[in-house]
């Protein structure tokens, strides 16, 4: 496997269930990324780590919750979802978390997500 | 809040034809890329401009960055179906967050 992937690419789950999403990169990078992506809205970041440790968490509902056990994993823990949390998930990497002409994020293909 | 705004929202148009999508704001950025996100896949990253003023070629796609580095463009030449997607702008200023704007759907006809 190479760049990012992301398991499941789809998913269906009630509002009672618990799901994870899962990311892997295989670039060796040191940030990672969790962004929600929804029909015409513009991407939203929703959590930031960077070698490990969170780094940034826009805001978002206590209902999502992230894990990341090493540079190269990102989890994102999901429990008593609501419908309008239905979207494409996107997980990304890069080199390090500061901006830059060189710091390209990279992404994976994304989970789409539907909640019942 | 930093945004970008993209227009226009939706393009189709036939193979051959030029075009151009814009992406623009209010802020100053320090630096402005843009992505390509084909149907059941991640953005990637097509050209990051840091420049005010400053030009970019990539093949048929033309990127330019405003002289205030308030706004960019992308201009294509001689669509081809290959080109059909979803083009992303993002910036990044003051809040040193990655801001993406809403996209704009491209559909080339063969």
């Known amino acids: 496997e190479t760049g990012v992937t992301q398991t499941p690419r789809h998913l269906v789950m009630g509002m009672t269930n618990k799901k994870s999403l899962k990311c892997e990169q295989h670039?060796?990078?040191?940030?990672m990324y969790w962004y929600k992506q929804s029909a015409k809205k513009p991407l939203e970041l929703m959590f930031v780590?960077?070698?490990?440790?969170?780094?940034e968490n826009n805001s978002v509902p206590s209902r999502f919750s992230p894990e990341c056990p090493n540079s190269s994993h990102l989890f994102l823990h999901l429990h008593t979802l609501q419908p309008e949390d239905s979207a494409l998930y996107l997980c990304?990497?890069?080199?390090?978390?500061?901006?830059?002409?060189?710091?390209?994020?990279?992404f994976g293909p994304g989970t789409r997500l539907t909640v019942l | 809040t930093q945004l970008l705004e993209q227009s226009p929202q939706f393009l189709s148009i036939q193979e051959g034809e030029n075009l151009t999508v814009y992406c623009n704001s209010s802020?100053?950025?320090?630096?402005l890329q843009w992505y390509r996100q084909e149907p059941g896949e991640g953005p990637v990253l097509l050209v990051t401009?840091?420049?005010?003023?400053e030009v970019k070629k990539l093949k048929r796609l033309t990127f330019q960055f405003g002289d205030a580095r308030k706004d960019s463009s992308l201009h294509i030449t001689a669509a081809q179906p290959g080109d059909t997607g979803l083009y992303l702008c993002?910036?990044?200023?003051?809040?040193?967050?990655?801001?993406f704007g809403s996209g704009t759907q491209l559909t080339v006809l063969p």
């Open positions: 990304a990497s890069s080199q390090d978390r500061l901006w830059g002409l060189n710091n390209e994020q990279f």
């Open positions: 670039l060796g990078h040191n940030a």
């Open positions: 780590y960077s070698l490990e440790e969170r780094v």
């Open positions: 802020s100053v950025f320090s630096s």
């Open positions: 401009v840091v420049t005010g003023g």
């Open positions: 993002a910036a990044s200023g003051s809040a040193r967050q990655l801001t």
